[in-house]
């Protein structure tokens, strides 16, 4: 399982993000997605998840301002970011955990700067 992601960078206090996680090697469509992120010094936390069915969960911290979506034709999985804070500077990770085996498979990260 590999899970790619991409659309990091570097923005001001109010702009937009949209971070993208390309998975291969896995039945994509049956999949939980979610995305964490880790701030230096800090747990990773969870951000938002989507269920196979298109359900979505969001932390409190990010709840109207992020959305999470799926391409299942593409095998992608994507954070839409608006309204982004400086707090919300951190690693942002790709995860999800096998259906048969339950291991927990992970991105690589990508890092957004939000600049005050």
């Known amino acids: 399982v590999q899970l790619v992601e991409s659309g990091g960078g570097l923005v001001q206090a109010g702009g937009s993000l949209r971070l993208s996680c390309v998975a291969s090697?896995?039945?994509?469509?049956?999949?939980?997605m979610n995305w964490y992120r880790q701030a230096p010094g800090n747990q990773r936390e969870l951000v938002a998840t989507?269920?196979?069915?298109?359900?979505?969960n969001y932390a409190d911290s990010v709840k109207g301002r992020f959305a999470i979506s799926r391409l299942n034709a593409r095998n992608t999985v994507y954070l839409q970011m608006n309204s982004l804070k400086p707090e919300d500077t951190a690693v942002y990770y790709c995860?999800?955990?096998?259906?048969?085996?339950?291991?927990?498979?992970w991105g690589q990260g990508t890092q957004v700067t939000v600049a005050s």
């Open positions: 989507i269920t196979s069915r298109g359900l979505t």
């Open positions: 090697e896995i039945t994509f469509n049956m999949q939980t």
């Open positions: 995860n999800t955990k096998g259906l048969l085996t339950g291991r927990t498979y």
